[in-house]
């Protein structure tokens, strides 16, 4: 065998190496736990700095909407319980009084526009023989709020709050996953 050949043989076996299949992911169904505390991870982000100090002070009702997913017996989705529980936190944090609706003297609106992960595995050298794979995950948050009086509806405050969060994970020769 002459060395022309056998480094056309080597430099074939690499390229097979290094040709990779990448694909997005989608999931069907309910999200499983590390993609939820991405998604948590990326809320809290997103909910680091809105501009609530103008409902310092103030009684407060908070309402959740433009979250997609099923609506059972009049009760919203969970990822609408989810955003209102972690902005009731938020909010409680920074010293504001959270109060049923008929008490409040403002309301915060939180409508949330994408709530959700993106994932894209890359399965080297292909996913009928995925020697190695190197998958990437990224939550993201974004949730525009606004604030209005109760007794005369002047807006308070609007903010826009948008959050990521972003993790991977790898195996080579079947060790792993190594995040």
């Known amino acids: 065998m002459t060395a022309k050949k056998l ?18 992911m ?15 991870n990326a809320a809290k982000d997103a909910l680091q700095k809105p501009k609530i100090q103008a409902l310092l002070g103030m009684k407060v009702w908070v309402d959740v909407a433009g979250i997609s997913g099923s609506q059972t017996a009049g009760v919203g989705s969970e990822d609408a319980h989810f955003l209102k529980n972690m902005i009731i936190e938020t909010l409680v944090g920074n010293g504001v009084t959270i109060v049923e609706r008929r008490e409040a003297e403002a309301v915060l609106r939180a409508i949330a526009e994408v709530m959700g992960t993106d994932t894209v595995a890359r399965v080297f050298p292909h ?7 190197y998958i990437s995950h990224t939550a993201r948050v974004k949730i525009h709020l606004y604030a209005y009086e109760t007794k005369d509806p002047n807006m308070i405050m609007a903010d826009d709050c948008e ?4 993790w991977s994970e790898w195996s ?8």
């Open 7 to 24: 480094t056309g043989g080597l430099v074939l076996v690499a390229l097979v190496l290094c040709a990779g299949c990448i694909s997005p």
């Open 127 to 133: 996913a009928l023989l995925p020697l190695m794979y």
């Open 172 to 179: 080579f020769l079947g060790l792993g996953p190594f995040r």
């Open 163 to 166: 959050g990521t969060y972003s």
């Open 26 to 40: 989608s999931g069907q169904g309910a999200r499983n736990a590390r993609q939820q505390l991405g998604i948590a």
